[in-house]
């Protein structure tokens, strides 16, 4: 069971990163020079400010479903942290009466793909949520998938998935457990 709920996540992520392993860094390899005088050194401060996106390379996806998030939720069961090569990701089960009333929410950290990268087979609606930049989306009219994309900054994001048990819950039936997760979430990011 564990399983088929990973891969379920699995593949709602996989929608979403497509475009991550289509670029490519452009440049050519050089060997690294050794380590200059510390007195050559200057004392003033970087000409560029750290970006924000150091800020989602550190953020941990199983604390961003806090305990009160857990319970309005109605989650059961512990997180299962999990990493893909483009992000870091926590999931928990929502058990109910049935398996087919029964679904798993995941939060995905994504430090260096924005919502502009996000693929999907259906519209991407955009919306605010709290402070932050969002869009709704899931997979083909007949899956059970659904994901709001938070944005940290434009070259960074959260992802709130959602997935029904066994294929049976459209769009329509999770997507607004999803949003409502994604609300709860949102006043935990950066």
């Not at 510390?38 to 970087?46: C, I, L």
């Not at 309005?72 to 992000?87: K, M, N, W, Y």
Request: a negative charge.
């Amino acid at each position: 069971m564990k399983l088929t709920r990973i891969g379920a996540v699995l593949a709602i992520l996989a929608l979403g990163m497509i475009t991550a392993c289509s670029t490519q860094t452009p440049g050519n390899p050089t060997a690294a020079t050794a380590e200059p005088n510390k007195s050559d050194q200057a004392t003033t401060s970087p000409s560029q400010p750290p970006t924000s996106d150091e800020g989602a390379d550190t953020l941990d996806p199983c604390v961003l479903f806090t305990p009160a998030t857990k319970t309005a939720l109605g989650v059961t069961g512990p997180a299962e942290p999990d990493e893909t090569r483009s992000a870091k990701l926590c999931q928990w089960k929502v058990a109910k009466e049935t398996g087919a009333e029964s679904y798993t929410l995941a939060v995905a950290v994504f430090p260096k793909l924005g919502i502009d990268k996000v693929t999907s087979t259906s519209e991407k609606e955009p919306l605010t949520i709290g402070d932050h930049r969002a869009i709704q989306w899931h997979g083909t009219a007949t899956s059970s998938s659904c994901a709001v994309s938070l944005e940290l900054t434009a070259t960074s994001r959260v992802d709130v998935l959602g997935s029904g048990a066994g294929g049976g819950m459209p769009p329509e039936v999770i997507c607004p457990k999803v949003l409502d997760a994604a609300k709860l979430v949102e006043p935990e990011l950066p």
